[in-house]
């Protein structure tokens, strides 16, 4: 039976000073850092303190004498990520944990023991994998233009990730119903001349690291022991996200022992389409019965209304297994409530966001601390178009990296260079602020012109990352700072920026602001269209908008625009997801295109009170006055509905949904004109149903 850690209804949020110890605590994160060694699940909510939680069970593990340093190989899913748990442990006095992506651990392990378990020189990491895929795709007379080479590479490392070899893939394709990129077998033969053609040029991919060391460990009993002689305790952060081979070489790594420690959030898993899955997480307690189950659900990132808002989203999705009902519980002070905007069109949407975002700045929020989220990179352009007319400074997550930027490495020879002639005994910081304002271009004043001005917040993000060293080493030189620089760049964990970060939802995870401006929230985006239809894809979108909502602290705001240019109609409807979100008191409750603005708002048919909200509009009555619905009638719409759902394989809400079926079983119309009076019911609804619904409705008469 697992041992559950026991829940405290205690809302004082814990201190945030670092230290090996176990001060400041709330009772569930006690319980993880302090849990005796041997497999311990935290199953961590959004904002509830998961990497404090994890670094301090490090330290904790250490300083209790354990186990060494050395010995932990803590592994993460992103470089950033993992530069952080080295930045943390450092600062809690652990710092010789090994703390590492999955693939870097692989690629360090396969490299040292390669001479005994393949012999001969290191293959070396593919470079130019379109290349070898497009001679692939033309042995097998598949497409080789680039979007066809792109769809290809992505299905591949979904097999591989999945561990599904090529004579596989096509049975796998069908039992998983996969949306291939052309006929099953012609893929599953360009995933095997692909495998051949890069066996032969003696190259790897990303895959293939983790795999070979899995191997390694799996049939070479000498490296295996070896390995397992020099770590001891493993701890995985984001474990949702694990796929099927990352599984099979954390195996290898643990063998038949069980001092692992993993951390995750089901409601967090998005990234199915790429062989993730979350049931490695929810199936830990099975897997050890003896285990340490600890739920972490105090939420100390966001206000208490930004939580009700992830607690109501996150609380309607479908088939939700029991191990990811984590429910959320506000600790900080309240805030504003989450705002909600619709727009005729995108430029108008985007011109809104960086309005607010201009007023937000000029009332002391710092730049870095807002983003703009979207779900699709595309969304971007409008938003830099319209950040740049107002002056306000952005970068693009997911963009050029930091360190390939030509100002920062021109930034880096300098502090390099003058490393060696810093005297002792002077200020790291004001000589890193001097040596980049002489020989790199760093001036007092943010200059004029959008690249210039990126490019100084580029360099004063270095004078920043410089003060966050000396604060916690101070005696940190220009030397100092140099390897850290190094260290980082080979890791890709660049400093942060001044400007307002735009990217998109998958590239968001892992991280928070001040203010959120969640955009482009209409069906057909999010959830985006190839979706449609595919239940387990649509909660997976769902998942995806939570992520969104949990990375604002304390302002978020949600738009929609109900077409992407103008002069071209209003042919969009606001995400399905925003359903209850929104307060039948705000007026974005409306339906998209219900109502043109200035035109009266419509009233109950029963008291005459105007009506607010999207039930209330469609039944044409407030929710308190009473209902005359035609119970036998709406049974028949739904059945009706059912089979009309079922002949177009779309969802039954959207052929009707159950407001308007339930205004309909109310209002019984007896003509098209009395039909398209209830809202939801418009021209392409009237042609395609409007017969089929009066029918049924005369049948009652």
């Not at 339906?591 to 419509?602: K, Q, V």
């Not at 209330?616 to 308190?624: F, N, P, S």
């Given at each position: 039976?697992?041992?559950?850690?026991?829940?405290?209804?205690?809302?004082?949020?814990?201190?945030?000073?670092?230290?090996?110890?176990?001060?400041?605590?709330?009772?569930?994160?006690?319980?993880?850092?302090?849990?005796?060694?041997?497999?311990?699940?935290?199953?961590?909510?959004?904002?509830?303190?998961?990497?404090?939680?994890?670094?301090?069970?490090?330290?904790?593990?250490?300083?209790?004498?354990?186990?060494?340093?050395?010995?932990?190989?803590?592994?993460?899913?992103?470089?950033?990520?993992?530069?952080?748990?080295?930045?943390?442990?450092?600062?809690?006095?652990?710092?010789?944990?090994?703390?590492?992506?999955?693939?870097?651990?692989?690629?360090?392990?396969?490299?040292?023991?390669?001479?005994?378990?393949?012999?001969?020189?290191?293959?070396?990491?593919?470079?130019?994998?379109?290349?070898?895929?497009?001679?692939?795709?033309?042995?097998?007379?598949?497409?080789?233009?680039?979007?066809?080479?792109?769809?290809?590479?992505?299905?591949?490392?979904?097999?591989?990730?999945?561990?599904?070899?090529?004579?596989?893939?096509?049975?796998?394709?069908?039992?998983?119903?996969?949306?291939?990129?052309?006929?099953?077998?012609?893929?599953?033969?360009?995933?095997?001349?692909?495998?051949?053609?890069?066996?032969?040029?003696?190259?790897?991919?990303?895959?293939?690291?983790?795999?070979?060391?899995?191997?390694?460990?799996?049939?070479?009993?000498?490296?295996?022991?070896?390995?397992?002689?020099?770590?001891?305790?493993?701890?995985?952060?984001?474990?949702?996200?694990?796929?099927?081979?990352?599984?099979?070489?954390?195996?290898?790594?643990?063998?038949?022992?069980?001092?692992?420690?993993?951390?995750?959030?089901?409601?967090?898993?998005?990234?199915?389409?790429?062989?993730?899955?979350?049931?490695?997480?929810?199936?830990?307690?099975?897997?050890?019965?003896?285990?340490?189950?600890?739920?972490?659900?105090?939420?100390?990132?966001?206000?208490?209304?930004?939580?009700?808002?992830?607690?109501?989203?996150?609380?309607?999705?479908?088939?939700?297994?029991?191990?990811?009902?984590?429910?959320?519980?506000?600790?900080?002070?309240?805030?504003?409530?989450?705002?909600?905007?619709?727009?005729?069109?995108?430029?108008?949407?985007?011109?809104?966001?960086?309005?607010?975002?201009?007023?937000?700045?000029?009332?002391?929020?710092?730049?870095?601390?807002?983003?703009?989220?979207?779900?699709?990179?595309?969304?971007?352009?409008?938003?830099?178009?319209?950040?740049?007319?107002?002056?306000?400074?952005?970068?693009?997550?997911?963009?050029?990296?930091?360190?390939?930027?030509?100002?920062?490495?021109?930034?880096?020879?300098?502090?390099?260079?003058?490393?060696?002639?810093?005297?002792?005994?002077?200020?790291?910081?004001?000589?890193?602020?001097?040596?980049?304002?002489?020989?790199?271009?760093?001036?007092?004043?943010?200059?004029?012109?959008?690249?210039?001005?990126?490019?100084?917040?580029?360099?004063?993000?270095?004078?920043?990352?410089?003060?966050?060293?000396?604060?916690?080493?101070?005696?940190?030189?220009?030397?100092?700072?140099?390897?850290?620089?190094?260290?980082?760049?080979?890791a890709a964990h660049p400093p942060v920026v001044?400007?307002?970060?735009?990217?998109?939802?998958?590239?968001?995870?892992?991280?928070?602001?001040?203010?959120?401006?969640?955009?482009?929230?209409?069906?057909?985006?999010?959830?985006?269209?190839?979706?449609?239809?595919?239940?387990?894809?649509?909660?997976?979108?769902?998942?995806?908008?939570?992520?969104?909502?949990?990375?604002?602290?304390?302002?978020?705001?949600?738009?929609?625009?109900?077409?992407?240019?103008?002069?071209?109609?209003?042919?969009?409807?606001?995400?399905r997801f925003l359903h209850g979100l929104i307060?039948?008191?705000?007026?974005?409750?409306?339906?998209?295109?219900?109502?043109?603005?200035?035109?009266?708002?419509?009233?109950?048919?029963?008291?005459?009170?105007?009506?607010?909200?999207?039930?209330?509009?469609?039944?044409?009555?407030?929710?308190?006055?009473?209902?005359?619905?035609?119970?036998?009638?709406?049974?028949?719409?739904?059945q009706w509905r059912a089979g009309c759902a079922?002949?177009?394989?779309?969802?039954?809400?959207?052929?009707?949904?159950?407001?308007?079926?339930?205004?309909?079983?109310?209002?019984?119309?007896?003509?098209?004109?009395?039909?398209?009076?209830?809202?939801?019911?418009?021209?392409?609804?009237?042609?395609?149903?409007?017969?089929?619904?009066?029918?049924?409705?005369?049948?009652?008469?």
């Open positions: 039976m697992s041992r559950t850690a026991p829940s405290s209804r205690a809302t004082d949020a814990p201190s945030h000073g670092e230290g090996a110890g176990v001060e400041g605590l709330d009772p569930e994160q006690h319980a993880a850092v302090t849990a005796p060694r041997g497999p311990v699940c935290v199953l961590a909510g959004a904002g509830t303190g998961k990497t404090r939680t994890i670094t301090r069970r490090i330290a904790h593990l250490v300083a209790d004498g354990h186990v060494a340093p050395g010995q932990i190989l803590a592994v993460t899913f992103t470089a950033r990520a993992a530069g952080e748990l080295r930045t943390r442990l450092r600062a809690l006095d652990a710092s010789g944990v090994q703390a590492r992506t999955f693939h870097a651990a692989a690629l360090r392990q396969l490299r040292y023991f390669w001479p005994r378990v393949v012999g001969g020189p290191h293959w070396q990491l593919v470079e130019g994998k379109l290349r070898i895929i497009g001679q692939a795709a033309a042995r097998a007379k598949a497409g080789t233009d680039s979007d066809a080479l792109r769809d290809l590479a992505s299905e591949i490392e979904w097999a591989k990730s999945s561990l599904v070899a090529p004579s596989d893939y096509p049975a796998e394709a069908a039992r998983r119903k996969r949306d291939t990129p052309g006929p099953a077998e012609q893929v599953a033969a360009v995933y095997a001349s692909y495998e051949e053609l890069k066996n032969a040029a003696e190259v790897l991919d990303f895959d293939d690291l983790l795999l070979h060391t899995a191997v390694a460990l799996e049939e070479h009993a000498g490296v295996a022991d070896e390995f397992r002689s020099r770590y001891r305790c493993f701890v995985v952060d984001e474990y949702q996200d694990v796929t099927p081979l990352q599984q099979r070489l954390l195996d290898a790594w643990l063998g038949e022992r069980d001092d692992l420690t993993v951390v995750g959030d089901a409601n967090q898993t998005i990234y199915t389409f790429a062989g993730a899955s979350p049931r490695f997480l929810l199936d830990f307690p099975r897997r050890f019965p003896e285990a340490t189950v600890v739920r972490l659900q105090r939420d100390y990132r966001s206000t208490p209304q930004i939580v009700s808002s992830a607690n109501q989203l996150i609380g309607a999705a479908r088939n939700r297994p029991a191990g990811s009902r984590l429910q959320l519980v506000g600790q900080l002070p309240p805030g504003p409530d989450p705002d909600f905007s619709e727009h005729d069109d995108e430029p108008a949407e985007a011109a809104a966001a960086a309005g607010r975002i201009k007023t937000l700045i000029a009332d002391g929020t710092p730049p870095s601390e807002i983003a703009i989220l979207f779900r699709i990179n595309a969304q971007s352009e409008a938003y830099e178009q319209a950040l740049t007319e107002l002056g306000v400074p952005y970068q693009i997550r997911g963009g050029e990296r930091f360190f390939a930027r030509q100002e920062i490495r021109r930034a880096m020879i300098a502090l390099r260079g003058a490393a060696p002639d810093q005297r002792p005994g002077t200020d790291m910081v004001t000589v890193t602020r001097a040596v980049l304002t002489a020989r790199a271009g760093l001036t007092d004043e943010p200059p004029q012109g959008a690249t210039a001005r990126a490019q100084w917040e580029s360099l004063l993000a270095l004078v920043g990352l410089a003060e966050e060293l000396a604060a916690v080493e101070p005696e940190a030189d220009l030397a100092r700072l140099v390897a850290e620089l190094d260290t980082r760049a080979d001044q400007g307002v970060t735009l990217a998109s939802l998958h590239a968001a995870k892992g991280l928070e602001w001040d203010a959120v401006f969640l955009v482009g929230l209409a069906d057909g985006t999010l959830p985006i269209q190839h979706a449609e239809g595919d239940e387990v894809a649509i909660e997976e979108e769902r998942r995806l908008f939570y992520v969104g909502i949990t990375r604002a602290r304390r302002v978020l705001s949600m738009s929609w625009a109900l077409a992407r240019a103008s002069g071209r109609g209003r042919p969009r409807r606001r995400s307060p039948d008191s705000h007026p974005a409750s409306r339906i998209a295109g219900e109502r043109r603005p200035g035109a009266p708002r419509p009233k109950c048919r029963v008291c005459g009170t105007p009506l607010f909200g999207v039930e209330a509009t469609k039944l044409l009555r407030c929710a308190d006055c009473p209902s005359d619905v035609d119970l036998e009638l709406l049974d028949r719409l739904k079922k002949e177009q394989s779309v969802p039954p809400y959207v052929v009707l949904t159950d407001a308007t079926l339930t205004a309909i079983a109310e209002q019984r119309p007896a003509d098209p004109a009395a039909l398209v009076g209830i809202p939801g019911i418009g021209a392409a609804k009237l042609d395609r149903y409007g017969e089929q619904v009066l029918a049924l409705v005369a049948e009652d008469s």
